[in-house]
């Protein structure tokens, strides 16, 4: 049975006008400017206003909004909110068609399109542009994603929602949504595009030259907008920086940004592999795992198996803690503790009993306890967030993140296609840290373990970019200081280039940084000439950029706006034509005064719905049942537990295992088998650990990233027991589980 959710509207009750969506992707590089059009036709006998929630990246920058009305085109100029509210509302009553786009003061990812008065039979097109940073995902691939799904939000109790906001978001089961997709990109790069992969069926990948730097793809026919459309392209020598600049605008006021060039300065630090293979053995740990209602099945369970892996990897030394939240909040310890055998296993204990049953998802007040703790002398925190959900007020928890940015780093997961891109993307660049999405049939534990890799290398401090130009040409930052540089982690570097040289045509930049406590630099040398037919996709970036900034200081803590602030965000908002929270795009069709003939009827478009809007305990037979009887006849009945997760529960905190029935059960022995090969004079956990190794590397090196760290913990291990004839442990544990490992291989 699907649940409905918010009073559902659907085509065989009430017709919508919205009747298809065509959408173009054009990746440069790193970059993308995506146009969406969408058509409307109202089908109705009267004139109609509708609406339309569109989710949008968290860090877009919305830059062309215009609509088509029959013959006639209209093109959107960016004005203050109000004032552009006030003649949307003036145009309407006065009988012209009127389009209005705003973002939702709450969250930027949501924008709600107001399409205006729709005379009897008319038709019309709205087309969307806006200008993207394509995020790098673990595996080096540059991740674009359209998302069919706009979740209704959780407005967490006593928040106050977006000023003069009225939209009510309706979902619906996909094979009932009334219009169409069509999708087709573009890719270009200095660097050869080696593949593009989709979480949906594409067409086969079109080179444009013979170079392979050109290629476009679309979606196979036939798809239905049920799910994500979720896009990943790889560059070959993708690791290489580089810097792209850009021409102003010729019509823009010389000096302003839009006037002058803009570079964008792409950077890949390179880690000498001494300090890869180094990890911490200090750090206070905290996650915060969501346990509202849609994490339930295998979401939950999965974030168990994470939680699990995340325990036993931890070195000994630090200092951890988990929260959990929904609609409120625990935590497993009243403070974070010394990471131990005791400590660890009373963790795990409660890790095990953990479901989805916390309700909603209101995150802002375990962050506030958290961030109220005294932090650890030399143990510096690392913050890892799980959350499958939308929250209504994603720009004020992003907020808290930042004001504390300088105590912590926040390493977040975004788990299914409902979680918040500006959401999990706005914690991780505040927090200094890095984002993951874990999609469709994705596993997360690589993905969480590969940040907690990040979490444990050495932090890169100190950093600092140099620019060195030609007389006659100043620089200036656009971006904010690189709060944190990882390995295989693209930092990009705004700037402003005001004046011309008469002489040189090349530039350079230096950054320098110290990691490890070692001074590393890198330097680049580029071209000041601009980058031809280039558009002005740089300049919004750069633009949205300093918006954005400038939006985070305009928000107090106590609530006052800043109204100079907020006056300096609508200036370069209306200059550039990248959208605000303080502004919005509005187009009157001047030339039509008709007066409207007859009421003026609302219609929201509704959005397709993921399985997450069933109710988590639908399967449940619908009877009167008590507490336990409700937990107990819903809990799916747990399965075999995987083998690795197997082995990886009977690990200590110490790194090492312990030699006993368990274990053989894990290697799939008997307690005889596993104990008779033994050399003699080798103690028990010695060989139990060793066998453990070549378990993992003779079986699991397709899941190398999820075990690698705590194995590096078990050979630390066995290194302190100066344990002797290990080449004969090894040679006899290869005898025993059928393997070919070398003492090399596993590190000893």
Known sequence: MM??????????????????????????????????????????????????????????????????????????????????????????????????????????????????????GESASIRLEYVTELAVQADEGLRFLLPAVLNPRYQPQGSVGSEGSNVQVTSVPASLVPYTLSFSARVSSPRPVSKVESSSPLDPLQYLNTEQTQATVKLAAGHKFDRDVELLIYYKDAHQPSAMVEAGQASSQPGSLMGDSVVMLSLYPEFPQAVMSSVASSGEFVFLLDRSGSMHGERIKNARDTLLLLLKSLPLGCYFNIYSFGSSFEHIFPKSEDYNQKTMEEALKKVEEMEADLGGTEILEPLKHIYRQPSIPSQPRQLFVFTDGEVGNTKEVINLVKQNSASHRCFSFGIGEGASSALINGLAKEGGGHAQFITGADRMQPKVMQSLRFALQ???????????????????????????????QRSLVYAQFTGQSSEASEGCVTVAYSLAGHPSQTQLHFSLKPAEDSGLTVHRLAARTVIRSLEMEVREPGGQEDAGGKKKVVELSVQSGVSSVFTAFIAVNKSNSEAIQGPLLRRTIPTPRMMACMAPMAFCSMRMMDQSDTLESCRPKQPPRDPLLQLVSLQKASGCWLLDPHLAAALGKTSEEVEKPKPASVKQDVWATILALIWLHGFKMDAQEEWELLSMKAVSWLRAQKASLVMECVEAGNALLGCNVQKDAVGL
């Open 458 to 488: 050495p932090s890169v401090v100190d950093v600092s970019v140099k620019w060195d130009l030609p007389s006659g040409v100043s620089v200036t930052a656009l971006s904010p200081p690189i709060a944190a540089l990882f390995q295989g």
């Open 3 to 120: 649940v409905s959710c918010c009073g559902l509207i659907t085509s065989q009750k009430e017709p919508v006008p919205l009747k298809s969506v065509e959408v173009e992707l054009e990746v440069k590089d790193h970059v993308a400017t995506v146009v969406s059009t969408l058509n409307y036709h109202n089908q109705e006998d009267k004139p109609l206003e509708a609406v339309f929630v569109f989710p949008l990246p968290g860090d877009a920058a919305v830059c062309h909004f215009s609509a088509t009305v029959g013959q006639t085109e209209i093109v959107a100029e960016v004005k203050e909110k109000q004032e552009a509210r006030e003649e949307y509302d003036d145009a309407l009553s006065s009988g012209q068609q009127a389009f209005l786009l705003e973002e939702s003061e709450q969250s930027p990812d949501v924008f709600s399109l107001s399409v205006g008065s729709l005379p009897p």
